[in-house]
Structures are given as C-alpha cells and as structure tokens.
C-alpha cells in the first residue's frame, strides 16, 4: 500500500504523512507526458481538487500537470477531501498520480506552499513544516514580478455558513455531491457523443440567483478583508468559481477548482495574471488535431 494511500484510509492522519517524501520516488500508473507543448509560469495556483471523490476531475488535472510548469505552486485548500473520505473510501490510481505529480514538482526545485482548506483541515495542525519539500502554511503574501502584493488563503474563514452553521455545511456538501453525479452522467453522455466537457453544477450556480448572491457577497467580503491587511489583493479558492474582480481598488482572484470548472489561475514572468479553462484548452487542442489530420489526408 503506498503512502497516499495509506493517508486516505486514516482519514488524513498524521500518522503516515511523513511517507509523503517517499511517495515522490515511487511510480505513476499514468506515466508523466514528455511533450514539446510544455509551458513555463512564474506561479501557478490551484485549488478544490477534492481528491477521494468521484467528482474530481483527475484525469483532466493530471493533462494540465504534464503541461505547465512554474517556479513556485500554491495549493489554496481542499486538495484531499477528507470529509468524504471519512464516510466512504475511494481513491483510484489517478489520484495517486496527481499527488505524485506535485511531490515531483517540489523535488525538481518548484516551492510548492500548502494551504489547507476546509475539506483538508486536519494538515492545518501541521502548519508551519515542510513535508517532501511541500510547505504547508495557514495563508502566505505573495509577492508579483511587478511588485503586488497578494494574500493567499483558502477563504472558507470568510464562508458564514462554515463558520456558523457546520450542520448546514455538510448537509449541503451531500446535496453537492448528488449535483456531480449527476454531471458525471451528463458528461458520460456527452463523451459518447465526442462532445466537449460540461459542467452542469456550474451553469446550475449561474443560474440560481441566491447562488449568485452568496458568491457575489463572499468576493466582496473577502477583497474587503485583503484591504485592511495592506495588500494589494487576494487569491483564493473554497466556492468553486473561478474569477477576476476589481472590488474598490483590490485586486480578487478566484482560482476555480478542478470538480466543475477545471481551472487554475497564473503569472506570467511579467506579473500579468491569467485565469486558464483547461476544458477549453483541451478541446481547443483536439480541434486543432482533427484540422492538421483532414489537412493531411486533403494533401
């Protein structure tokens, strides 16, 4: 039984995370992509992977992995889901293979930070060490090429319903989790078809005004909270909604999640950021196979 593994059945316990160091020298079941197509940013943030759910689009994660590369990664929270797996354990080759890729990072020389989420809360009583060259911290300032500052935090401590009612958090984590199976369904429909990925809790959420609502005060709470720590603005994850916003002068970055959206937010080496659909990359990237292969066989 490998470490992460080992990790996942004690439901994030302590007890085995120091195997973390070892894992980076074992094997993928999906060997890492040698591509020409590979990317370079300064920094790239991801977060909401919920690892050890059905829901967690780890194969589409594991592409992106195989396709950028960065001298720093944050992971702003819920990477390992460990309410889920607390209730029932699953936790297929793919999600050792997304782990074993951002310990591979780490170990190459990017410095990889960890944020622990809510999902994830049982690292934050590891704050403040360094695990196979990851280290794992309560939020952290990060500093742009152009001279920004922003803060970093997963932004559950923002989330009211978290805070005040955890009853209600986890009720509606099992609705939640009945929405992806159902976007599962809808996207094995849609591959069966050759259509692009989908996903219906996302256009569920943009649809529903309360939901708008939610996230639209929760962005503003949080940009409000950035500006009375002095930054220049704020990256963080929790409600899956990958975003840009300038809220009265702070700067709001929303790094999505890779269970709906499938995003990641980045900086390129000139301080610009860019949030990425990695969805659209990959469709935009077949599109462009099937062009060069009716090309070929029109020559």
């Given at each position: ?5 080992k ?14 160091a ?27 992977i ?13 592409d ?49 930070i ?8 049982v690292?934050?009583?590891f ?9 794992i911290?309560r939020k ?15 932004g559950?401590?923002f ?28 996207n ?17 959420k ?21 500006g ?31 269970v ?21 990359e ?8 099937s ?7 029109a020559?």
């Open positions: 039984m490998d470490a992460v593994t990790i996942a059945m004690d439901g994030l316990s302590g007890g085995t995370i120091a195997d973390f070892d894992f980076a020298n074992s094997h993928p079941a999906i060997p890492e992509r040698a591509t020409s197509e590979r990317r370079r940013y300064r920094t790239i943030w991801i977060s909401d919920h690892l050890g759910t059905r829901g967690c689009n780890a194969d589409m994660l594991i992106f992995l195989d396709h950028v590369d960065s001298e720093r990664m944050y992971l702003v929270g819920d990477i390992i889901d460990g309410w889920r797996l607390k209730k029932r354990f699953y936790w297929p080759a793919a999600h050792n293979d997304v782990v074993w890729r951002l310990l591979k990072r780490a170990k190459r020389g990017t410095e990889v960890y944020i622990p989420g809510n999902h994830d809360e690292m934050r009583q704050t403040g060490l360094d695990f196979g060259g990851v280290a911290r952290a300032i990060h500093e742009t090429a152009d001279g920004r500052r922003l803060l970093v935090l997963h559950d401590e989330d009211a319903i978290t805070l005040a009612h955890r009853w209600l958090a986890h009720v509606g984590d099992v609705a939640y989790e009945f929405m992806m199976a159902l976007n599962r369904w809808v094995a429909y849609r591959r069966f078809f050759n259509l692009p990925y989908w996903s219906l809790s996302k256009h569920a943009a649809k529903v005004k309360n939901a708008v609502q939610f996230i639209s005060n929760f962005e503003e709470i949080v940009a409000q909270a950035a009375s720590r002095g930054v220049d603005g704020v990256v963080c994850g929790h409600i899956h909604t990958a975003e840009f916003r300038d809220i009265n002068g702070i700067e709001y970055y929303n790094d999505g999640d890779w709906e959206g499938c995003t990641a937010l980045v900086e390129h080496f000139d301080g610009r950021m860019e949030l990425l659909h990695w969805a659209d990959i469709a935009a990237r077949a599109k462009a196979r062009v060069a292969k009716i090309e070929m066989m020559a």
